[in-house]
């Protein structure tokens, strides 16, 4: 029987030739990752009363929302957490300086490969179907049993097909893409589903805006979310692992519950807003007129990687921060905080007058590093703009690239990078 | 109660649009509370806050399509179900809320026109196994999705927690 990822993934791991939409299976779990909340799953955990958990091999902990601690109640959050991981023998455990943003860390140290499944207690773990696996996020409670068990159930999700042809437009970017998408199908628009993104425009990307496409999926309620498997992928896992890599992909003759065709180069013409309160908000740049920026965030497990740092340095290089406007820049790992200290992307944006803060999740779930005040509007590479995300339940937050981002940040309001910089810059190669 | 069927009787404390988010259920500040009972305090703090003080144990939120959408934090269906809240009425949720609930044993029952039959104070019985719902107050019966008898089963041992609890003890 024919089969898309999705189901070929869940097939394999229930022990079954072939699985289709609706059915339930139970699925054994490859990767169980957790942040912060690991002290929640510990709790849940502890109460159920099996001493050891099932595979401390197959579990990966990342301190990433609140590092370094910016509380005693965080610091002792994090204590509980690294006795929890010492007691138990858990090795791959990223402390405050040893990682980033658990879905940068996981890929970057070869956690991730194609074909498993893993679930991670965070929204956006769908990230890691840019590298072919079965990702979805999870409670804590859930995670607790996979702690305890090892495998998890599964409704087996029909699948999207959204193909992506065409060449991009200078200055638009994976995600203007997906916003775009999400703009299109809704916040609910795919719910319960997977998601498979192919086509041309799409194999030409690289690793880094795929993992974009998967990321922000989640916000159209995708469950998971893949993009193709093929060698650019294989090229940047084969330096991470010493595993064998399988490639895997759809049945030419798949069955999908439905297929979206885009053009990328007549579809998208400008970047793509969210807009305030939602993520499926969306408008063109120019419908939005004049709005001033009081604070620019480039980070995130969105967009917090080495090409969206240096597109912003080319943005600000040579130029300022607009004065009524703050731009905090959060590289996504340690590893990108070097990279990008090494190529000088740091000091270009620090002249500019950036804060440059410390690898993690920033000020996008509203807890630390840059907070906004009843009234402040905010553009951000980050991925949700809901109500009080940020901070006060009366700021805004306007979702955007990278590229748009370091733009508004030099013009003091929302702007076109096109209006900064007169050169077009060269498409980042893969 | 295993098994079988599971009936809730209560009241509607609110009735909500399309889309509410975790960060509306549960601000994001508040995620370094690790204590699931405490989490109740901040239960739709920024955008409903009277709903909270207003809940009486047992009582039912009912709202429209993609309820407890956005991030995985349980803690949106853990202040749900520590404030007392009986049952999550909804159009459709979104699937890591869903699994929450269930999982920490708090009812979620799709029902794609609750929110337009309920208003504030209707009183409501609720067949879970069966799918149905009645709105007594205003003698309509309206249709729900069965819960899923694995789902039937967690909420009634009151979560994932217990049912694992009861299941490794039996095997130890």
Redesign the interface.
């Known amino acids: 029987m024919p089969m898309t990822l999705a189901e070929k993934i869940l097939a394999r791991a229930s022990g079954r030739h072939s699985v289709s939409p609706d059915q339930?299976v139970v699925a054994r779990v490859d990767l169980a990752m957790s942040h912060?909340?690991a002290?929640?799953v510990r709790?849940?955990f502890l109460?159920?009363?099996?001493p050891r958990v099932w595979d401390p091999s197959k579990i990966v902990i990342i301190f990433d929302?609140?590092v370094p601690a910016e509380?005693e109640?965080?610091a002792t959050?994090h204590k509980a957490i690294r006795e929890f991981v010492a007691a138990q023998g858990i090795r791959n455990f990223y402390d405050v300086g040893r990682g980033g943003i658990c879905h940068q860390v996981l890929p970057e140290n070869g956690h991730v490969r194609p074909g498993m499944v893993l679930v991670?207690?965070?929204?956006h773990?769908t990230t890691h179907g840019a590298f072919g696996a079965f990702a979805t996020?999870?409670?804590?409670?859930?995670m607790?049993?996979v702690w305890?068990?090892g495998e998890l159930?599964f409704k087996v999700p029909s699948t999207l097909r959204i193909a992506v042809e065409g060449e991009f437009r200078p200055w638009i970017s994976a995600k203007d893409l997906i916003l775009r998408i999400i703009g299109m199908l809704g916040?609910?628009g795919a719910?319960?589903r997977a998601v498979e993104f192919d086509g041309s425009a799409i194999r030409r990307m690289t690793v880094a805006s795929r993992m974009v496409l998967c990321n922000l999926a989640m916000e159209m309620?995708a469950?998971v979310a893949f993009t193709p498997v093929d060698e650019v992928l294989l090229d940047y896992l084969r330096p991470r692992t010493a595993e064998a890599l399988e490639p895997i992909a759809p049945d030419p003759d798949a069955v999908y519950e439905s297929t979206i065709e885009l053009d990328a180069s007549e579809d998208l013409w400008e970047p793509q807003v969210a807009c305030p309160h939602?993520v499926?908000h969306v408008k063109p740049l120019s419908a939005l007129g004049d709005v001033p920026v009081d604070q620019a965030v480039l980070g995130s497990c969105t967009n917090g990687r080495l090409e969206d740092l240096e597109i912003a340095a080319m943005v600000l290089a040579g130029r300022a921060v607009h004065p009524r406007t703050r731009l905090v820049v959060i590289p996504a790992s340690q590893r990108i905080y070097r990279d990008a200290m090494r190529l000088g992307y740091l000091e270009t944006l620090a002249a500019a007058g950036a804060m440059i803060a410390p690898p993690g999740c920033g000020p996008c779930?509203?807890?630390h590093q840059g907070i906004l005040a009843s009234g402040e509007t905010c553009v951000s590479s980050t991925n949700?703009n809901?109500?009080?995300?940020m901070g006060s339940?009366d700021s805004l937050v306007y979702l955007a690239s990278p590229a748009v981002v370091a733009a508004s940040a030099v013009a003091g309001r929302l702007a076109h990078p096109a209006s900064i910089v007169k050169e077009i810059p060269c498409p980042v190669e893969v | 109660m295993s098994g079988g069927s599971l009936t809730l009787r209560g009241r509607v404390r609110a009735v909500l649009g399309?889309?509410i988010?975790t960060?509306?259920i549960y601000?994001?500040?508040y995620?370094?509370?690790?204590d699931?009972e405490k989490t109740a305090e901040h239960l739709f703090e920024?955008?409903y806050p009277e709903i909270r003080p207003a809940l009486q144990p047992g009582e039912f939120i009912v709202a429209a399509?993609?309820f407890g959408?956005?991030?995985?934090?349980?803690q949106a269906?853990a202040a749900l179900k520590f404030a007392g809240a009986g049952a999550v009425i909804a159009a459709?949720f979104?699937?890591?809320f869903f699994?929450?609930a269930i999982?920490?044993g708090i009812p979620a029952v799709v029902a794609p026109d609750a929110a337009a039959l309920c208003a504030p104070g209707d009183e409501l019985e609720i067949d879970l196994a069966a799918g149905q719902i009645r709105n007594l107050t205003r003698n309509v019966t309206i249709s729900a999705a069965p819960l899923?008898p694995?789902a039937v089963e967690l909420v009634s041992t009151g979560?994932?927690?217990p049912y694992?609890?009861r299941k490794?003890?039996a095997a130890s």
């Open positions: 339930v912060e909340n002290d929640l709790k849940s109460q159920v009363g099996v929302h609140r509380s109640k965080t959050t991670g207690t965070d929204s773990t996020g999870i409670g804590a409670t859930e607790a049993g305890t068990e159930w916040a609910a719910d319960y309620g469950k939602s499926d779930v509203g807890v949700r809901f109500l009080g995300r339940k | 399309e889309n988010d960060d509306i601000p994001g500040r995620l370094n509370i690790t699931r920024l955008a399509r993609n959408c956005g991030s995985s934090r349980e269906a459709s979104a699937r890591i699994r929450n999982n920490l899923d694995r979560g994932l927690i694992l609890k490794h003890a």
